[in-house]
């Protein structure tokens, strides 16, 4: 991670993230504000269509980045199975596993399971960037259902609004 784009991030953290104690702990949290953001946004496909451009390129990004992902990961999950997963029995002469014995289950899930491993650690390096994570910040409100933004009312604002409601009409 470039130490320029955590500085960015960093500027922009709302009060529970910045008060989370270390820095594994606020990078957690912020993946998990973008991801959730990220969710979300899957589902409002026309805000993103009508409203600022920019931020429409940001999301649209994502989504595409998601597809090639995708489409890695299948290709990822075919090379690894016909690479490490079938025998090649006309080059050697003994195995160190049978792959013949292995049942075809067993094989594919061992193959989707490191293709799934390489795919989730690149997305969650390429989500972790500054402009994604301001737009997830601006539209919080609407896809986190635990934050509750904090308003802070003036002093005088608050004995007024009590000697109001101390009154009596005769």
Avoid: H
Wanted: proline share 2%; charged share 30%; net charge positive.
């Amino acid at each position: 991670m470039k130490v320029s784009n955590i500085k960015q991030i960093s500027r922009l953290d709302p009060e529970d993230v910045s008060n989370a104690p270390g820095d594994a702990q606020r990078e957690t949290r912020r993946k998990k504000l973008i991801k959730g953001f990220l969710w979300w946004s899957l589902n409002e496909k026309d805000r993103w269509n009508k409203i600022n451009n920019e931020e429409r390129i940001v999301v649209k990004r994502q989504y595409a980045y998601a597809r090639l992902l995708t489409v890695f990961g299948l290709f990822t999950n075919f090379a690894v199975y016909n690479c490490f997963l079938t025998g090649i029995y006309n080059f050697r002469t003994t195995e160190l596993l049978d792959m013949r014995r292995v049942p075809f289950i067993a094989k594919f899930i061992i193959s989707s399971g490191i293709a799934f491993y390489m795919c989730n650690r690149l997305w969650d390096s390429n989500i972790y960037e500054a402009e994604l994570y301001q737009v997830a910040l601006r539209y919080r409100e609407k896809y986190d259902k635990e934050w509750k933004p904090e308003v802070a009312y003036g002093g005088d604002q608050d004995k007024k609004e009590e000697g109001n409601n101390k009154l009596q009409i005769a």
